[in-house]
């Protein structure tokens, strides 16, 4: 939902403050979160507020949250795609991925190996 002339975006289970994905993102079709992303923050507004508050209970974010999101995703597709590439298997991929730029987001421990299992079936599957 945005209220443009408050300049705000409210976003549910998609945009985290400095977040990665919830657990293995199932009911998302990776292309289309990226692009919901990009048209997102191509948007007019100012606040983002999230679902569900961010590090240390944050309630606000903004648009740079976006940006990081989208950012984390790509990186997270292209290191997939690699391994995939590479013909490396799910268990392989998670114990080859790392992304040290994202470790200190909440979750990143738990549900990077999640969210690099969804990247998997697209690259490997195009699903």
Do not use: C
């Not at 597709?77 to 790392?98: F, L, N, P, R, T």
Request: net charge negative; charged share 25%.
């Amino acid at each position: 939902m945005r209220l443009p002339k408050e300049k705000i975006i409210f976003t549910v289970d998609w945009i985290p403050i400095e977040g990665v994905q919830f657990r293995g993102m199932a009911d998302t079709y990776v292309p289309d979160i990226e692009d919901g992303l990009k048209k997102v923050i191509a948007m007019d507004w100012l606040t983002l507020i999230p679902g569900h508050p961010g590090p240390g209970g944050k309630q606000t974010g903004s648009k740079d949250n976006a940006r990081d999101e989208l950012i984390y995703l790509q990186d997270l597709s292209a290191a997939v795609k690699q391994e995939v590439a590479q013909g490396k298997s799910y268990d392989e991929a998670i114990k080859d991925i790392s992304l040290p730029k994202y470790s200190s987001w909440p979750n990143y421990k738990n549900f990077l190996p999640m969210n690099i299992e969804r990247y998997y079936d697209y690259w490997n599957r195009g699903i």
